[in-house]
């Protein structure tokens, strides 16, 4: 077997192993994932690149992401098959690129030094042995070492707890290192000395740039890679490699400008802030992840023992100031709170590399034991690797964390509930909710925001990173129609500065009420969602000159009755057998008649001031004060009823004309 086929086999067999490392994270998908995701949908919907009807923000960092979901959702791909499908993509042409700078052609150009540049005369013997091409067909054992630095590399990246649970998480850090890795194995040449042609390099970079707002980071620290390994001469070529990237980043920077009238994105207002407990934050960060990223770095640190191979020393400083640059800022902006230590993957691509340099050097040494010594500090290394990320925390987080899929449950009932009346959902987590509900939403945490973004509460930088926006007055200004705390199950308790702010309104313990939702596609899931009782909302009761209509869904009130979808798609109270339900309102003196639309027999029960006036079967005539009046209703069949509404009518109206006001 030719060595080009060998390498085409260490590809497809790391490709294997990331797939198999990957599988074991799902069906995990991060909920800013489904961020982007609302973008690409509402793209797809003839809504533009927004995240809900009205004010235009820019609430994702990954604009190429978002339109490659889009193109892809176009094509009639489900949009989280499309990340899936892009994520293993990318991370597998990571793995590409450093399987291909190994190869046969490249390998035996860049292997050994120049001669003189190996201390005690080793560079130019080693050069012969191991770079000069042979006058007969490679031996199987040199087949074999060649295979060494491109399998050491394609299977760091493989088993990496980042790379894999990024290439299933649905958010662009497989764009990241695809675009990362192709950018720096073809900027190869222009620190070796071997070319003068910056657009190979410089089209990833551009991409990058694209990718990720913060991605003119890499595009920097490899054009200073470039002036100081070359000295003056690298000058122009590191000015020409900057182009394209630079003009990716102004053509960004216009659209942002004149789309969303912002210079820089929402994303950054809401979390980016430069503080002392940011830097303590994301130095915790990457002190955490290199302890388990330890035995990669193991294998990095291999190029301090290269002596004066200059071709190698040029490649590790090439690849080391992009991680410097990295890690840098990664630490100034307080490190990520998601799963998989997702600002790590550019640090795990570049240590792959820089493994793969040391593994290259070691094998092509003319030194048997420097060779043997190379192939098992390899294997050590990464046997160390994959122990630890298996076992890595971070990567347990992925396996566990499922409550987005808990949010498609109870969005599909929100959506298939309410979406005709297009109520305002105001939530925490803002992509699984308004992603699988499609209603029109308040990002309560401000990354969607652009009035929470621009204005901070008092000691902003201080705590949980991307959580700390909020504003109660504002949310309550806006009435949503529905209010979420937490996650999607909601509840009683927010956990953010919004929630604990709009708890403590009155208005808002007044005119909202809290209810349960149930909801049993794909899996039954119960949900505590505040819903506009009061005040001319969408969901709330509706009064007019005709009577009152108090839909089913207030009847939900307790845990013992919550409000579902009934067999004709109609949300309303499911009263179980001996179980009920009760609302109140706010009612005036007179004599009502109360009607029920339900699937069974009920019977109601009124009270006032702790006093029953009227009990019985619907329809149900009484007379009331002014003043509160709560209603409770009971099932009186063996199998339950859906209540869907209750109608309170004036005595007075014949019942041939009442109708729904």
């Given at each position: 077997?030719?060595?080009?086929?060998?390498?085409?086999?260490?590809?497809?067999?790391?490709?294997?192993?990331?797939?198999?490392?990957?599988?074991?994270?799902?069906?995990?998908?991060?909920?800013?994932?489904?961020?982007?995701?609302?973008?690409?949908?509402?793209?797809?919907?003839?809504?533009?690149?927004?995240?809900?009807?009205?004010?235009?923000?820019?609430?994702?960092?990954?604009?190429?992401?978002?339109?490659?979901?889009?193109?892809?959702?176009?094509?009639?791909?489900?949009?989280?098959?499309?990340?899936?499908?892009?994520?293993?993509?990318?991370?597998?042409?990571?793995?590409?690129?450093?399987?291909?700078?190994?190869?046969?052609?490249?390998?035996?150009?860049?292997?050994?030094?120049?001669?003189?540049?190996?201390?005690?005369?080793?560079?130019?013997?080693?050069?012969?042995?191991?770079?000069?091409?042979?006058?007969?067909?490679?031996?199987?054992?040199?087949?074999?070492?060649?295979?060494?630095?491109?399998?050491?590399?394609?299977?760091?990246?493989?088993?990496?707890?980042?790379?894999?649970?990024?290439?299933?998480?649905?958010?662009?850090?497989?764009?990241?290192?695809?675009?990362?890795?192709?950018?720096?194995?073809?900027?190869?040449?222009?620190?070796?000395?071997?070319?003068?042609?910056?657009?190979?390099?410089?089209?990833?970079?551009?991409?990058?740039?694209?990718?990720?707002?913060?991605?003119?980071?890499?595009?920097?620290?490899?054009?200073?890679?470039?002036?100081?390994?070359?000295?003056?001469?690298?000058?122009?070529?590191?000015?020409?490699?900057?182009?394209l990237p630079f003009a990716a980043f102004v053509g960004q920077l216009g659209f942002r400008l004149s789309y969303y009238g912002e210079w820089v994105a929402n994303t950054a207002r809401a979390k980016v802030v430069f503080s002392l407990e940011r830097l303590g934050q994301g130095l915790a960060y990457l002190g955490g992840g290199g302890l388990w990223l330890g035995g990669l770095v193991l294998l990095a640190l291999g190029v301090l023992f290269?002596?004066?191979?200059?071709?190698?020393?040029?490649?590790?400083?090439?690849?080391?100031?992009?991680?410097?640059?990295?890690?840098?800022?990664?630490?100034?902006?307080?490190?990520?709170?998601?799963?998989?230590?997702?600002?790590?993957?550019?640090?795990?691509?570049?240590?792959?590399?820089?493994?793969?340099?040391?593994?290259?050097?070691?094998?092509?040494?003319?030194s048997p034991e420097v060779r043997l010594g190379g192939a098992a500090l390899g294997l050590l290394a990464l046997t160390i690797f994959a122990a630890a990320q298996w076992r890595d925390p971070h990567n347990h987080r992925a396996i566990h964390e499922r409550w987005e899929w808990d949010g498609r449950v109870v969005g599909h009932l929100l959506r298939d509930a309410f979406s005709e009346k297009a109520p305002l959902l105001a939530v925490d987590p803002a992509g699984c909710l308004p992603f699988f509900s499609s209603l029109p939403s308040l990002d309560m945490l401000g990354l969607n925001d652009g009035f929470l973004a621009k204005n901070p509460p008092p000691g902003f930088g201080e705590g949980f990173l991307g959580h700390e926006l909020g504003d109660g007055a504002y949310v309550l200004s806006r009435n949503p129609d529905l209010v979420v705390f937490c996650l999607p199950g909601g509840g009683s308790r927010p956990c953010f500065r919004s929630g604990r702010e709009l708890i403590r309104e009155p208005r808002f313990r007044r005119e909202w009420s809290l209810l349960t939702f149930e909801a049993h596609a794909p899996h039954r899931f119960t949900a505590q969602i505040w819903v506009r009782k009061e005040g001319g909302g969408k969901l709330g009761i509706e009064r007019g000159d005709r009577g009152i209509v108090i839909p089913g869904y207030f009847f939900a009130t307790a845990s013992a009755v919550s409000a579902t979808l009934g067999p004709d798609g109609r949300i309303g109270a499911h009263l179980e057998p001996g179980r009920s339900g009760k609302s109140s309102l706010a009612v005036g003196a007179g004599s009502l008649v109360i009607e029920a639309d339900a699937s069974d027999p009920i019977e109601l029960e009124l009270r006032q001031a702790g006093r029953r006036i009227a009990a019985g079967a619907p329809p149900l005539q009484a007379s009331v004060a002014e003043g509160e009046l709560v209603i409770t209703a009971t099932s009186t069949t063996s199998h339950g009823a859906h209540l869907r509404e209750l109608r309170l009518l004036p005595a007075a109206i014949p019942a041939s004309t009442r109708a729904r006001p």
């Open positions: 077997m030719k060595e080009g086929r060998l390498h085409l086999v260490v590809f497809a067999a790391a490709l294997a192993v990331l797939a198999l490392h990957a599988s074991r994270y799902l069906p995990f998908i991060a909920d800013d994932a489904l961020i982007s995701l609302r973008y690409a949908q509402r793209l797809l919907e003839g809504h533009g690149l927004s995240w809900t009807d009205g004010e235009r923000v820019e609430g994702y960092s990954n604009l190429l992401w978002v339109l490659a979901a889009a193109a892809l959702g176009a094509l009639g791909v489900e949009l989280i098959a499309a990340v899936r499908i892009l994520g293993m993509l990318g991370m597998g042409a990571a793995i590409a690129a450093v399987v291909w700078v190994h190869g046969p052609s490249r390998s035996a150009r860049g292997s050994g030094a120049r001669g003189g540049e190996s201390g005690a005369g080793e560079g130019a013997e080693a050069m012969k042995t191991a770079a000069a091409p042979p006058a007969d067909e490679p031996s199987f054992a040199a087949r074999l070492q060649a295979l060494v630095p491109p399998l050491g590399a394609a299977l760091a990246l493989a088993l990496a707890g980042p790379i894999a649970v990024w290439a299933i998480g649905g958010l662009e850090q497989a764009f990241v290192a695809a675009f990362l890795a192709w950018a720096l194995v073809l900027a190869y040449p222009l620190v070796d000395g071997d070319g003068e042609r910056v657009l190979p390099a410089a089209v990833p970079l551009a991409l990058l740039v694209l990718t990720r707002p913060d991605g003119p980071i890499f595009t920097a620290a490899i054009a200073l890679a470039i002036v100081v390994c070359r000295g003056s001469g690298g000058l122009g070529t590191a000015a020409r490699l900057i182009v290269v002596g004066r191979d200059q071709r190698v020393r040029r490649r590790a400083l090439l690849l080391l100031l992009p991680l410097a640059f990295w890690l840098a800022y990664v630490a100034a902006v307080g490190g990520d709170i998601f799963p998989g230590r997702r600002h790590l993957v550019p640090a795990v691509v570049i240590l792959a590399l820089l493994g793969a340099e040391f593994l290259r050097w070691a094998t092509s040494h003319r």
